[in-house]
T-cell receptor, first 119, second 111 residues
């Protein structure tokens, strides 16, 4: 199956600094990628849709100026958490859909996640 | 607004038992439904994908069913093993390729 990687796997930063997380599709191209956030013992919440060559679209309640998304190429999307605060500490996961077949056969491939801790 | 619910939230069974995890969704207008496995601190592994026109999918000891009209899916695990211990998530695909996740079922298989 398709492989999605994330870097770094863990990051600790101080409050007020910015952190960049990378999401790469290793063996396929992805014009669209998704960013999720997961708090402990909770499910995944979609934050935004990353679109190659255009602006990201954000879900309701997600601050676009705080969570900057750049889809630089067909294999790379980055999420930058700006001016991070302790409440931004979470597990961030990206995904990319397969593009083969019709809509009903779309399958999402997930990265291994990035654990962000803001002190 | 699509909502996905998984019951039970946690389940603990002895090794070797067959078990069923439940997933329900409020809007039957879905493209497909996926079941995922998540180990602690890890990403998601896709287990099964059921297209909206399908009734079930099987992979090894796993069988997933889909009843769109009633808004329900089940994941059946046969002959459970300690290695099956994980959190199982179901998610439905709605428009614009967006997945809506349930809260997950935390499964523990006791040796």
């Amino acid at each position: 199956g398709a492989v999605v990687s994330q870097h770094p796997s863990r990051v600790i930063c101080k409050s007020g600094t910015s952190v960049k997380i990378e999401c790469r599709s290793l063996d396929f191209q992805a014009t669209t990628m998704f960013w999720y956030r997961q708090f402990p013992k909770q499910s995944l919440m979609l934050m935004a849709t990353s679109n190659e060559g255009s602006k990201a679209t954000y879900e309701q309640g997600v601050e676009k100026d705080k969570f900057l998304i750049n889809h630089a190429s067909l294999t790379l999307s980055t999420l930058t958490v700006t001016s991070a605060h302790p409440e931004d500490s979470s597990f961030y996961i990206c995904s990319a859909p397969s593009t083969s077949g019709g809509t009903s056969s779309y399958e999402q491939y997930f990265g291994p996640g990035t654990r962000l801790t803001v002190t | 607004k699509q909502e996905v619910t998984q019951i039970p939230a946690a389940l603990s069974v002895p090794e070797g038992e067959n078990l069923v995890l439940n997933c329900s969704f409020t809007d039957s207008a879905i493209y497909n439904l996926q079941w995922f496995r998540q180990d602690p601190g890890k990403g998601l592994t896709s287990l099964l994908l059921i297209q909206s026109s399908q009734r079930e999918q099987t992979s090894g000891r796993l069988n997933a069913s889909l009843d769109k009209s009633s808004g329900r899916s089940t994941l059946y695990i046969a002959a459970s093993q300690p290695g099956d211990s994980a959190t199982y998530l179901c998610a439905v695909l709605r428009g614009a390729q967006k997945l809506v996740f349930g809260q997950g079922t935390r499964l523990t298989i006791n040796p």
